[in-house]
Structures are given as C-alpha cells and as structure tokens.
C-alpha cells in the first residue's frame, strides 16, 4: 500500500515541485540578467583632472584672467548697466543661484528677495542658472583626449566652448540684453563703452599684448573665460577615492556608490563630470516663470545631462529649477522609471528608453545622496572684486 500510495500520489506533487522551482530559477534569472543590464562599473566614473587644458588659441596669463574677473563682476556688459555675470552666477551658491529661473534684466534685490522692478516687460530667464563651477570640464570623458573648444554649453547645448558661451547671455534679452538694444547692435555698444574707460583699455593691452586693438568682442569673449576656468573645485572626496585612497569614503558612502551604480544612475551621470553630456528627454515639469513650454533646442524636451558635482550649494535642480531638493530629484527619478510623466506636454513614446531601464527604490534614496555629497568640494576661490573699472556697481544692481 505504501508503494502504491506513493506511486499515486507522488508523481504530481514532484512534478508540482519542479514546476515551481523552474519558474524560480527562470525569475532569478530574469532579475540577475536584468541586474546585470542595469548595473554599471565603477569604471564608468572618474576623478577630475588635477589641472585645466586651456585652448590653443587662448592660452592662461594672470593679466587675462584678472581682466575676466573685472568683466564678470561688471554690469557694464549689459543693456541697461544693471546686470553682470556674476547677477546669476554667485560665489556663495557655487557660482549658480537660489532662483528656481533667474531674474536677469529690470531685477532688484538678491536671493529670494530678488523681484522686477515697476513697471516690467522683461520675462524671467528661461532655464535655471546652471554653475560655473569646473565648466572648464564640461565635456570630459574617461577616454580620449579632451577638447576645451569643443565643450558643450548651456542646458541645450547650443554652444562649443567658454569662449563661445560667454557672449550669448549679453545678447539674450532677458539675461543681459534688455530693450535697449537689438540683438545685433549690444555687443558694439559694449566694446565702445570698454573704449571708453581707460582702466579697461590698459587691462585688455597687458592681457593681451602684442596686438595693437586688443579690445574686441573675441577678446572679451577670450578673457571671461580664461577666468571661468580658474573656478574649479576637483578634489572632492569621491576624487581622492577615485585616486586610490579608500579611506575617502565611509562604508554607508560606498554604498550609496554601489547603489548609484546597481541602480543605473550611471548611465548618463558617468565620467568625471558625472554627466555624459547628452540631450535625455524625461518629461521634467515646466518652471512656471514662464508661460510658454519649453520644449528644448530640437522641440522634443531634450535637455543635457548635467553635472551631480556640488549638488549640496547648487539647488534647485532640473533645468527648470522644479525641484528644491536631491530626494525629490530622485523621486522624480523613481516615478519616471515606473512610468509616470510629470510633464503634461511630453509623451511617452518621447521619453527616454533609458528611464525604463532604471531600477530606483524609494529605500535607496537616502543612500544614494550620502554618496552624491561626497561629491561635494567647497575649496574654490570665491574671491569677489570690491570694485569694477567702470564704476558700477559689484555684480550688479542687487540691492
């Protein structure tokens, strides 16, 4: 009998058995291939160089960078004399700014006391103000030799180089511009006002010596952005981890890197910049500063990867400033992944495939931000002028 009960009843009990640990084996596969798909190397990260490439044609000297210095703290580049580079560009915010979109032209005050004055017809800037901060990086990557004239810039990356950026906001209406000018004419108007003030002329001379009419809009553009590439912060912990000392990083902050890299972080915020400076379309909401939608350089939502270095000084996030913290940037992250799309103008056959790839928990959140503030490097020169050459007020009118 109790061969034959066995006999009976066995068989499909086994066969129940096997079924299941079959499908076992199949899903721990799936998750394991799936695991390995979305997991990146550590490899794909990288520490910043220990020192800048400057162009060819626009070598270093401490004339040239004292004079971009001048120039970026001088609301003599824009329409109305009351905005400078520096009016969006803050040492204290790592040379980015507070504002979710910045208040450019017509603007008073600073921080988020910072409003249009009465009466305004200037709209806010379109895209959050992005740093300064190792933009003489922009563009790295782990492999190959590094071209600073071939930097991407701005959020659409619209411009190759800091040379070639450095003019675009003079001529934007709302950033330097303002109504007083077309857009054609602003740059002549600011190199005659340069002509104009003979501590200017003197600086552009020794800057740029050799050349018998130094001041133009290519040297401006040359100056400017020999100073931007002094203002770098590249030893970061994560950058002394990344050299070999592997007691930079805490266990729980390696943990937060491994879970930055199971997770598929990595994936776009990779090389040394931890961005791989490509357009990634992720329905981000629009800022409500402004009425229209933004719908990118090619119409289709795209906006570059940017940088995870100095995240701690540098919010809000996002090309549109929507985001005041990391945990809601990776909680955006997190509903992305699972399909959802935050920005009502985007589709999802638009999205990114990418997003889908992403594996993000809510319980990783907090790791993977212990991780990104090692990123974090406060040790850059911060160093504001007490005066500017025309006369003007430091950064601007931000009183």
Not at 6 to 11: D, G, K, L, T, Y
Not at 31 to 44: G, L, N, P, T, Y
């Amino acid at each position: 009998m109790r061969c034959s009960f066995f006999n009976e009843f066995s068989a499909p009990i086994l066969s129940v058995l096997l079924l299941v640990m079959t499908s076992c084996g199949r899903n721990q596969d799936a998750d394991q291939k799936r695991e390995k798909k979305i997991s990146e190397s550590i490899a794909v990260l990288g520490a910043l160089p220990e020192s800048v490439i400057d162009p060819p044609d626009n070598p270093t000297n401490a004339k040239k960078v004292e004079l971009g210095r001048f120039l970026f703290y001088d609301p003599v580049l824009s329409g109305n004399r009351d905005v400078a580079c520096a009016t969006c560009h803050q040492p204290e915010f790592n040379y980015a700014e507070f504002l979710e979109t910045s208040i450019g032209v017509n603007g008073t005050g600073s921080d988020s006391k910072r409003q249009f004055r009465l009466p305004n017809t200037i709209p806010f800037v379109k895209r959050n103000s992005q740093s300064v901060l190792n933009t003489a990086f922009n563009g790295i990557q782990n492999h190959g030799d590094y071209d600073p004239r071939l930097a991407p810039m701005f959020w659409d990356m619209r411009a190759k180089s800091l040379e070639e950026q450095a003019l675009l906001p003079i001529t934007t209406l709302e950033e330097m511009r303002g109504h007083s000018f077309a857009e054609e004419a602003v740059l002549d108007e600011i190199i005659a006002r340069i002509l104009r003030i003979p501590e200017y002329q003197t600086l552009f001379s020794e800057a740029f010596s050799g050349e018998t009419d130094p001041v133009h809009a290519k040297n401006l553009a040359k100056a400017i952005a020999a100073y931007e590439r002094t203002l770098v912060a590249n030893n970061s912990r994560f950058d002394q981890y990344m050299r070999g000392d592997s007691n930079a990083l805490s266990l729980s902050e390696k943990d937060g890197l491994n879970l930055f890299l199971k997770t598929g972080c990595a994936k776009c915020h990779n090389g040394p910049m931890l961005s791989d400076f490509k357009l990634h379309t992720l329905g981000v909401p629009d800022t409500q500063n402004r009425k229209e939608s933004d719908t990118g350089i090619n119409n289709d939502y795209a906006f570059r990867t940017p940088s995870l270095r100095n995240l701690r000084f540098t919010a809000p996030y996002m090309h549109s400033g929507k985001f005041q913290t990391l945990d809601q940037v990776l909680m955006f992250y997190e509903d992305i992944a699972g399909g959802k799309i935050e920005n009502p103008h985007v589709t999802a056959g638009q999205m990114d495939p990418l997003v889908y790839e992403l594996n993000l928990k809510f319980k990783d959140i907090s790791s993977i931000v212990e991780f990104l503030n090692t990123l974090n490097d406060d040790n850059f020169d911060k160093t504001v002028p007490t005066r500017v050459p025309s006369g003007l007020k430091v950064k601007g009118n931000m009183d």
